[in-house]
């Protein structure tokens, strides 16, 4: 017993004279290591602070910067101890691959949050149209952008559909021309019916007067001749000048006297 103990120590003790400074040497490179690791995390930090990347966008590069860079750390250390790497590192790759095939429309959905969060072709509060929904952005995520319709309705959208889309900013230039047609008929004044409408869109308080609003004859149709009424407003004023100027429109006309043709069908009978 006491044979086995004596040769169990004699070789910890060559391990140690062998591998010892090997060890000593790993475990400084790995507190150095980590310090600069550290570093360069802040650093990266008050860069993307100082260029104004978005929260989000922050909050996710700073663990994965730190992750990866203490990896391949952990991976130079086994090295330096005499540990095989090679295959470790074919094992990393292999199951890297396997995650990405399984993650497919995941990473797909990151990338074009990255990208929206870098490139920001819209912000939150903005009101914007994409994938067929119209609503202000309330969230962006790195995964899905969430939308607030004019209907009270949530639209979460995967950030993939967002960014490989159309994408349409109402909000980016801080005002939207109003568009409204009025049809007025065949017999009518088009000249008094104009100076009616541009009187309704001129006194009304939230019509920007730069640029300046316009009223014009758009179409001759079938049963009447349309007028396009096109003022401008500030984003959140629209849809109170489009509903008091087509209300404001409509009485102000028949006040005028200005009829406003509707369809109408005559039955004749055969006796």
Request: a neutral charge; zero cysteines; hydrophobic letters at 50%.
């Amino acid at each position: 017993m006491e044979e086995k103990l004596q040769g169990y120590l004699e070789m910890a003790y060559e391990l140690i004279v062998a591998h010892g400074m090997k060890v000593v040497m790993a475990i400084v490179v790995l507190i150095i290591g980590l310090w600069i690791i550290s570093r360069i995390v802040k650093v990266l930090d008050k860069v993307m602070e100082k260029r104004e990347v978005n929260v989000s966008l922050r909050g996710f590069f700073r663990p994965l910067v730190s992750i990866l860079l203490k990896v391949m750390l952990f991976i130079s250390i086994a090295s330096m101890i005499g540990i095989e790497t090679t295959s470790f590192i074919a094992v990393l790759g292999a199951a890297g691959l396997a995650i990405g095939l399984a993650l497919q429309g995941t990473l797909a959905n990151f990338a074009g949050g990255v990208m929206i969060l870098l490139f920001k072709p819209f912000k939150i509060g903005d009101l914007i149209e994409s994938q067929g929904h119209k609503g202000t952005v309330k969230e962006i995520h790195i995964f899905v952008t969430v939308l607030l319709t004019f209907d009270n309705k949530t639209v979460i959208i995967p950030n993939a559909a967002v960014s490989n889309n159309d994408i349409v900013n109402y909000t980016t230039q801080g005002i939207l021309r109003v568009d409204m047609t009025f049809g007025i008929s065949y017999d009518s004044n088009i000249k008094e019916a104009k100076d009616v409408l541009m009187n309704i869109v001129k006194n009304h308080p939230k019509v920007l007067k730069d640029p300046t609003p316009f009223v014009g004859v758009a179409e001759l149709a079938d049963s009447s001749v349309n007028l396009v009424v096109r003022p401008y407003a500030k984003v959140p004023d629209y849809w109170a000048v489009y509903f008091d100027v087509y209300e404001g429109g409509k009485v102000a006309l028949d006040k005028a006297g200005i009829t406003i043709p509707f369809p109408q069908m005559d039955v004749h009978l055969d006796k």
